[in-house]
């Protein structure tokens, strides 16, 4: 049956990342002949490969079917809270399951501003809620939001009407995560504040509390996998109960059944993410060979752990942590099978630490580079000591401290606050570990650069004397390549994704130029920490030359404390001294301000006008009526490129605008089914009345242009990287 499970996994693999969805229906007549093929040798790769389909298609088919395809009026919907809620800025957000007549098995993500009780996990409500489509920003290469959301079952997301009187039914269901609730409420009374979110995540797998500076220092010393639950937290867990059990005498039969069930409780109090279900079922075959007194192969072991995890969820691949966690165990068994003991004491125990270790880095060097778009080089001296104080020390005082805290309070309480020590002292190790600065950032994702590093991978961490190593370190050294730099005769300008807002990069061969930083919105979304600076980091722009901030709204200049943080600025030019000129790589750059007296309003928006070859370009931050005169007297058309004055707003646009600069294009930058109602319909008929080319990044996603003197070409994110639960235009 080895086959028939290989077949099925890449089955699963594909089906998901085709750019559209198969009809399951059409699927259902080769069901049983592929259970039939299932009986015959030879027939094993096509029948198992048959069923990945017909149940990946169906999985398909059944969630793009509950997904909301637009904006709904205010809805009476009756449901239950379906997740741990997380309160944050005054908003509580959960998961929302309907009831009754809604549609069966939908999930909706909403928020609700200051509820007046708290909220539980399994209590029934009906509320007024006003839904939208699971959509977010698409840019180039960068974090897909969408995606995240259809393998996470977001069928829609909103917010629940304060106006109208939610009325509260009951409370019932969801048991496994009102005990997880009642677990980080007592949490939250005897752990710092400081603390609670790093006690919340290696406990509950609940990461709301991890803010963003946090994140940034797991991802930069590679130790992501040890502060939030994972497989090794499963597998300890396992370890510990077994031997527990055993030294205390318990049949082998009831060893194995109170140890399968042990862990399978702590997988579903830790959230049942990916990584615990691949440990929980690994554990599981190993403990039920053990007790049949078989043996099977470490390879078909993981082979059961990938049919079962994507049987159980055939979206699974599409999460990187899929790829990340199967990837290092097949590294482990490849690179350390039949090469390590535990003979020999302290000493080879720290030997063979070591060496996973080792093999573990070097094995998903290629994944986190084309995944992450980054290397933490520094990771494995971090996790060498990280790893064992978390998973020896940190995690078992944890578990042994909460269940305490049932028994006996007060010990309880008092070992909780061991582990709050711990945990700062690491926190205090892995920020020095980060401000080592040993992440290096790679270029553009290319899958093959990618396949040849896996390929020296394997060649790397191979028995010695097989094969001669200095080719594979020339293959994996490929991945920090830089990136792709432009023509001496050639530009490229982006309008980036950001939402309701603008944030536009311009690139020369030798320089770079930023147009607005986008919005920000507490710590909760920065355009320019999750948009603008992955993407300069994906490109190779190691610094800005020129910021030029239009004016101080937020959509416009939100993310400046971000980005100012975040990477080097050689000048500044913002609406108070908007004025500045200058030419690089033969393009002309000019900034300046139509109408003085505008002040910091949409009229005193700086302006900047690009001439590179034949092109002009012409950026317009928010301009309106008064100011869009003004530029009438300066005779900058006609244009190539232009932005939309004030996001299409209906007070910009002005046909005597549009009439003296004759744009070929027009990008406008704006939010999907924005609350301000950009573009205005009136303002798109005089686009298209006059045939100017219109681009909306609320339904391209980011938007591309690379220039050389005589033409260009143009590409956007949403049209160049369509997928199955991409959101189009239409819709």
Known sequence: MFGAGLGFVFACCILVRLPIALEPHTLAAVLPLALCGLWFRHSRVVAGFALGIALTAGA????????????SATTGMTGRICSLPVVRDGFTRFMYCPTGGSPGGARYRLSWYRPAVELLPGQEWRLAVKLGPPTGSVNFDLFDFERWQFVKRIHGRGYVRTDQKPEFIGLDGEFVDRVRFHLRENLRRRVPASELGTFLALALGDTSLLDAN???????TGTTHLLIVSGLHTGLIATLVFNLLRLIGVPLSILIGATIGITGCYALIAGW????????????????????????KPGAQVLVALVAVLGFDPLASLSNGFWLSFGAVL?????????????????EWIQSTTKAQWVVFVALMPGLAHLMGQLPLGSLLTNLIAIPWVGLLLVPVLFLGLVLLYVLPSIGAFILQIVSWQVFLLWQFLDRGAGMALTQPTSEPDLLVTLWAVAGVLVLIAPRGLVPRWPALLCIVLLLKPATRLNQDSMRLTFLDVGQGLSVLIETPSSTVLYDTGPAFGDRFSAAKQIVLPTLRIKGRAQVDRLILSHSDNDHAGGLDDLLSGIGVRRLVDHQHCADEWTVDGVQFVVFTAYPDGGIANNGSCLMYVRFGRHRILLTGDIEEPAEYAILELNLGPLTLMSSPHHGSETSSTPALLNNLLPEVIVISAGYQNRFGHPSSRVLERYNNRAIRVLNTADEGGVEFEFNRTGYRSRSARRSQGALWRRTGDN
């Open 273 to 296: 993410g990916l990584p615990v279900q691949r440990a929980l079922i690994m554990t599981t075959t190993v403990l039920l060979c053990i007790g049949a007194a078989r043996q099977i």
């Open 60 to 71: 398909i088919d059944h969630d793009l079917g509950l997904r909301l395809k637009g904006f």
């Open 331 to 347: 590294a482990l068994l490849y690179g350390l099978h039949g090469r390590t003991g535990m003979t020999g004491g302290v000493a």
């Open 214 to 220: 946090r994140w940034e220092v797991l991802n930069s």
